[in-house]
């Protein structure tokens, strides 16, 4: 009769932590010191595999807002930087709000017109990446053409969950008032697991006899 022995081993496997904030209050029109929503996290693992954030925003003109997530760390990803606005598109898009998941890995959220996309209760949803244009949200169309996206949501992988998280976000032209309803986070980070590897044991006992003997 074969012998079969069974090893244990330690894999490594994401466990996303998810945390909802209720804000439900306006953000101020044309007006650049915005709204400020924090929350507190606390007793996590250090050493982040991945950042979603939920928002939801209704009302007002999607391209007049501006939003950035700072982390505990102090680590800082631009999520909206005034949504459509080009060298050929001054205003940005005028759709009120949104209901989306910014994760990297997704189309870009600044021309999510260009592509596929749906509107549902006039709000923007789904699944898109941050917006990464780290500039100016009062530069011109040329510039935002030009800017790169390079800040993205992986800036706070490995680093310590733990601390502060605050959302800045803030509407930039008047004519629209936007409400900022809620916020959320999906933290994920790295939690061991033990995996049952089994091995032909005639061969492991084979192995383990030579040793002995040795």
């Not at 939003?67 to 631009?78: M, Q, S």
């Not at 790295?190 to 383990?208: D, I």
Request: some cysteine; overall charge negative; proline content about 5%.
């Amino acid at each position: 009769m074969a012998l079969v022995c069974v090893l244990a081993l330690k894999a490594q496997a994401d466990t996303n932590v998810t945390y909802s904030i209720s804000v439900n209050s306006a953000i101020p029109d044309g007006n650049p010191v915005g709204l400020v929503s924090s929350t507190n996290i606390a007793d996590l693992p250090t050493g982040i595999t991945g950042v979603q954030v939920a928002l939801s925003i209704t009302g007002g003109f999607n391209g007049d807002l501006y939003a950035y997530l700072i982390g505990p760390t102090g680590g800082f990803v631009v999520l909206l930087d005034r949504v459509g606005l080009t060298a050929g598109n001054p205003f940005g898009y005028g759709d009120a709000g949104f209901s989306i998941t910014l994760a990297d890995g997704y189309a870009n959220v600044h021309n999510y017109q260009s592509g596929s996309y749906t509107i549902s209760g006039g709000q923007l949803i789904g699944s898109w990446a941050p917006d990464g244009r780290n500039i100016n949200p009062q530069s011109s169309g040329v510039i935002f053409d030009a800017a790169p996206t390079s800040s993205s949501l992986g800036l706070f992988n490995t680093t310590n969950p733990n601390g502060q998280w605050t959302l800045f976000v803030a509407d930039l032209a008047g004519g629209g008032s936007s409400t900022l309803v809620s916020w959320g986070l999906t933290i994920a980070i790295p939690e061991p697991q033990t995996w049952a590897l089994l091995v032909g044991g005639a061969g492991m006992l084979l192995a383990l006899r030579r040793r002995k003997a040795s």
